[in-house]
């Protein structure tokens, strides 16, 4: 009778540990975990804008930003309460569980999966400064609706 030994058996499955785990990470699981982390922050993101525009809205004639400011922030909490909270929430979600649901081991194309949320950051990071920016941040209204999109801050002064 033989017994077979693995003594040169050595674990060569080398995982990033640390800060590299998330910024290099292929797994579908830290992905899908940075996806709804960021979610999650772009929600605090948008709903501390939502309560300065609850604020200007509290009483009429209260004035606590800028009309120009409160204009491009209604449309910036827009873009980052669609953009920036749900849709990220649903592709965390979506690369959690669909690996899990198929049997796969891992998503298509894991590195290009991690680019695509790396994106996302600085994406928003643009995004938000552009409402300390000198022109001010795009102003169209929740809904981005053409009359509204189409005013600019000349205009306002040219017509009052």
């Known amino acids: 009778m033989s017994t077979v030994t693995q003594a040169n058996d050595h674990d060569h499955d ?15 699981k830290d992905i899908g975990t940075l996806y709804l982390i960021f979610a999650l922050t772009m929600f605090f993101v948008g709903g501390s804008m939502a309560m300065i525009i609850r604020a200007e809205l ?22 980052i309460m669609i953009f920036g ?41 643009l995004l938000i400064s552009t409402l300390f920016m000198e022109g001010g941040g795009p102003a ?14 000349e205009e306002q002064h040219f017509h009052s």
């Open 14 to 28: 080398h995982k990033p540990t640390g800060l590299k785990r998330w910024f290099f990470s292929t797994n579908h």
């Open 58 to 79: 509290f009483q009429p004639g209260l004035q606590f930003v800028d009309p120009q400011f409160y204009n491009s922030m209604v449309t910036v909490h827009a873009l």
């Open 85 to 125: 909270a749900v849709m990220p929430a649903g592709v965390g979600l979506a690369n959690w569980m669909i690996p899990l649901m198929i049997g796969a081991p891992d998503m298509a194309l894991p590195r290009m999966n991690n680019m695509s949320f790396w994106i996302l950051p600085f994406a928003f990071a």
């Open 140 to 153: 169209g209204g929740w809904t981005m609706y053409p009359p509204l999109v189409l005013q600019t801050k």
